[in-house]
């Protein structure tokens, strides 16, 4: 927890330097399978406890990914784009009240608007580069999704593909996303790549294309990478914040920590 706060600290002088408008800073947390579990129960167990509608299941030859991701990274059909990017987060409340006021707090919360906005404009530039002039557009600012274990602030922006290009030429110019990088995005991924060690398949993006143009794919957030070996399954899962330039390291940590919440808890049984 103190690495990750001087993480944070770090990145907001650097913010404050001029370096970068935002980064997301994510830190690992790392164990093992018990006994003679299998990835895939851990799957069962999270669509149970906090369903997310991009949950995923992959199994390779000694490889394994759980994902719960609540968050869309590109949609397409018939041409037309959609992503939803994320920024902005709060626990559930312990009460109804409570929750309520969390929301509502969320909603309100000047931080989280503006942190939402860098991205939705990194958004829009990056469709933009695969979309006719003036057709990207912004339906939909600062809702506020609720699931099991967290608020969030979610947006919504649309293009649509100029004639003759594809779901590779829309990749192309929108990845990685940008919710999981920062603004600018080179520069953001410059400072991550300084302060994180290789993050594997979190914040990645798992999709289905169809033959017919049609495309679906998600933000690798909420999700656990696992490795069989001799002893069973290890595991690592990790969980990040937007940081900018008047972020709270200690608030920071506590957000990663409600996020990772529901893993852990699948984890350990806690609530089952």
Same mark, same amino acid.
């Given at each position: 927890?103190? &690495?990750? $706060?001087?993480?944070? &600290? ?37 669509? =149970? ?10 199994? %390779?030859?000694?490889? @394994? ?12 059909? !018939?041409?037309?784009? $959609?992503?939803?990017?994320?920024? /902005? ?20 919360? @000047? ?5 939402? %906005? ?36 979610? =947006? ?7 004639? /003759? ?16 990088? !920062? ?16 993050? /594997?398949?979190?914040?990645?993006? %798992? ?17 656990? !990478?696992?490795?069989?070996?001799? !002893? ?18 200690? &608030? ?5 920590? @409600? ?10 049984? $806690?609530?089952?």
């Amino acid at each position: 927890p103190a &690495a990750y $706060e001087a993480a944070v &600290a770090e990145v907001v002088e650097r913010i404050l330097a001029g370096e970068i408008f935002q980064a997301n800073i994510a830190r690992a947390w790392r164990g093992r399978l018990a006994g003679q579990a299998d990835p895939f129960d851990l799957f069962v167990r999270l669509r =149970s406890t906090s369903p997310a509608p991009f949950a995923a299941w992959l199994r %390779l030859p000694g490889r @394994a990914m759980v994902s719960n991701s609540p968050e869309r990274f590109l949609k397409v059909r !018939g041409g037309a784009i $959609e992503t939803r990017p994320i920024k /902005g987060t709060r626990p559930r409340g312990a009460t109804p009240p409570q929750d309520r006021a969390l929301a509502a707090e969320l909603l309100a919360s @000047a931080k989280d608007r503006a942190e939402n %906005l860098m991205i939705v404009d990194l958004m829009r530039n990056d469709l933009a580069r695969v979309s006719p002039a003036g057709s990207v557009r912004t339906p939909e600012l600062f809702k506020v999704e609720t699931y099991a274990n967290v608020h969030h602030l979610v =947006s919504t922006v649309e293009g649509r593909l100029k004639p /003759g290009l594809g779901v590779a030429d829309l990749l192309r110019a929108t990845f990685p996303p940008g919710s999981i990088t !920062g603004a600018p995005k080179v520069q953001a991924m410059k400072v991550i790549a300084s302060l994180e060690g290789p993050r /594997g398949p979190y914040c990645g993006s %798992l999709f289905w294309a169809g033959f017919d143009g049609a495309f679906e794919s998600s933000v690798l957030i909420r999700s656990v !990478g696992l490795v069989q070996d001799a !002893g069973g399954w290890r595991l690592e899962a990790k969980a990040g914040a937007g940081i900018v330039a008047d972020s709270d390291p200690l &608030a920071e940590r506590l957000e990663t920590e @409600a996020k990772i919440d529901a893993l852990r808890r699948a984890l350990t049984g $806690e609530g089952a």
